[in-house]
C-alpha cells in the first residue's frame, strides 16, 4: 500500500531551523527530490544506459522498473531527467488512470477517439523521436486498462521505435498485457528490492545529517530509534523509505521518539490509508468483499462456490477474476478443501484483517 505524506509544503524557503519547523520539515518528507540517492548507483546505471544509447544510436531497449513502493523508483528517474537537456516525455499513472488519459497526455491532445490519439501519437514521435515514460502504471484503474495501455503501447512502438520506460509498484503487470505485446515490446525488467534495515536506517540518518547541517537543526536521534523505524518499515511496508522517512518526519515535528508515539503514528496512518483504500476500491470488489465478511461471520472458510450462488448473475469466471483481484491485495487466500480437492474456498488472510474491513465498510455504509 503507498504511504502518502499528508502534511502540506509551501514553496517559500525557509532558512533557520524555527522557520523550517513551522513550514514542515521538507527535507523529509517525500516532497523533496533528494540530490544524494544512497545504495542505487547500479539502478541509475541501468536506467542512464537507455538514454545514452538512444542518443547514440536512436533507439534503445524498453525497460520495465519493479519495486515496491518507497524503494526509490520515481527519485531515480527523477535523478536522470533532470540530467537530459530534451528527449523525453514522463507521465504518471496517478493522474492519468486510463489508458486513453495516458495517450492524451502523452500526444498532448484531446481527440476523443483512440484511433485518431495513436495515429497522432505516431505522426508526432516519427517526427521527433522522444523516450516516453510512464510512472506508476499501477494505478491505472482496471486490469483491463494496463492491458489496453500495452496494446496502444505496442502500436506506438512498432510504428516508431521510440524506448519506453514503465515504472511499477506490481509485480505482475507483464501478465496483465496481450501475449503480443509483451514479445513486441520486449522489456528488460529493472528491479528495485526492498530496502533492508540497514539501508533503511541510512537513508534516514542521512536525511537528519542534511536538516541539520542545512538548518543548524540539532536534531539528535536516540538510539532505540532508527531501528525501530526501520524494523516497522519492513514490516508494515516492505522496506519503504518512505514510510520510514514520513514516521521520522512526524516524530521530529512532534519531538517525540518513544516507541509508544512510532506505534501511535503508524496506527493512525494504517487506519487512514485503509479507508481510502477500501473507498477506491472498485465497487464489484467492494460488494464481494462485503458478500465474503457477511459469511465469514459464520464461518471462516468459505466455498467459492457460495460466492457464485450469492454474488448475483456473475459467471463462475468473472467470481474467479474478483477472488484473484482481492487475493492480490494480500485480504483473503484460496484453500482448497482437504476432502474433495476440486473444492476451492477462501478466507481471510487473519482475522485482524476481517476485523478491519468490517468496521470500515460499516463506516462507509
Ligand atoms: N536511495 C535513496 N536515497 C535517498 N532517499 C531515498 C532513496 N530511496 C527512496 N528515498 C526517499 O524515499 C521516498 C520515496 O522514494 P520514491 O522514489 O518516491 O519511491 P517509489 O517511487 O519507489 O515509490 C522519497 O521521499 C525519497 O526521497
Ligand atoms: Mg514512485
Redesign the pocket.
Known amino acids: 500500500m503507498a504511504y502518502r505524506c499528508r502534511r502540506n509544503y509551501t514553496n517559500r524557503v525557509p532558512t533557520t531551523w524555527q522557520e523550517m519547523q513551522e513550514e514542515k520539515v521538507k527535507e523529509l518528507t517525500?516532497f523533496?527530490i533528494?540530490e544524494r540517492?544512497?545504495?542505487?548507483d547500479e539502478h541509475i546505471n541501468n536506467i542512464r544506459e537507455v538514454f545514452t544509447r538512444f542518443k547514440k544510436h536512436g533507439t534503445a531497449k524498453n525497460l520495465l522498473i519493479q519495486?515496491f513502493?518507497?524503494?526509490?523508483?520515481?527519485?531515480c528517474i527523477n535523478k536522470i531527467l533532470t540530467e537530459q537537456e530534451n528527449s523525453f516525455i514522463y507521465i504518471s499513472g496517478a493522474q492519468q488512470v486510463t489508458a486513453n488519459q495516458v495517450l492524451r497526455s502523452i500526444v498532448d491532445l484531446n481527440f476523443s477517439t483512440r484511433e485518431r490519439l495513436l495515429s497522432e501519437a505516431i505522426r508526432k514521435f516519427r517526427k521527433s523521436p522522444t523516450i516516453i515514460i510512464i510512472d506508476e502504471i499501477n494505478k491505472l484503474k482496471r486490469v483491463e486498462e494496463v492491458r489496453w495501455l500495452f496494446n496502444d503501447l505496442n502500436t506506438l512502438y512498432r510504428e516508431t521505435g521510440c524506448p519506453i520506460i514503465l515504472i511499477t509498484?506490481k509485480r505482475n503487470v507483464l501478465g496483465l498485457a496481450d501475449h503480443d505485446a509483451v514479445r513486441t515490446l520486449f522489456f528488460r525488467i529493472l528491479e528495485?528490492k526492498p530496502y533492508n534495515a540497514l539501508e533503511i536506517r541510512g537513508?534516514i540518518q542521512d536525511r537528519i545529517d542534511l536538516v541539520n547541517k542545512k538548518y543548524d537543526a540539532g536534531i539528535s536521534l536516540p538510539e532505540h530509534f532508527l531501528p525501530l523505524v526501520a524494523a516497522i518499515s519492513i514490516k508494515e511496508a516492505e522496506g519503504s523509505?518512505?514510510l520510514g522517512?514520513f514516521l521520522t518526519n512526524d516524530c521530529v515535528l512532534a519531538e517525540e521518539f518513544s516507541e509508544e508515539h512510532v506505534r501511535k503514528v503508524i496506527k493512525e496512518l494504517n487506519s487512514g490509508e485503509w479507508v481510502e483504500f477500501i473507498r477506491n476500491m472498485p465497487s464489484i470488489e467492494k460488494q464481494f468483499l462485503k458478500l465474503i465478511l457477511e459469511l465469514a461471520s459464520k464461518d471462516r472458510i468459505i466455498p467459492i462456490a457460495s460466492l457464485v450462488k450469492l454474488g448475483g448473475d456473475y459467471p463462475p469466471q468473472r467470481v474467479s477474476q474478483i477472488v484473484n483481484a482481492l487475493q492480490g491485495y494480500g485480504l483473503i487466500e484460496r484453500i482448497k478443501s482437504k476432502i474433495d480437492k476440486r473444492i476451492v474456498n477462501v478466507k481471510f488472510v487473519s482475522d485482524d484483517i476481517a476485523e478491519k474491513i468490517d468496521k470500515i465498510m460499516e463506516l462507509e455504509s
Open positions: 517525500e523533496y533528494p540517492i544512497l545504495y542505487r519495486g513502493s518507497g524503494t526509490g523508483k520515481t527519485v509498484n528495485f537513508i523509505a518512505r522517512l
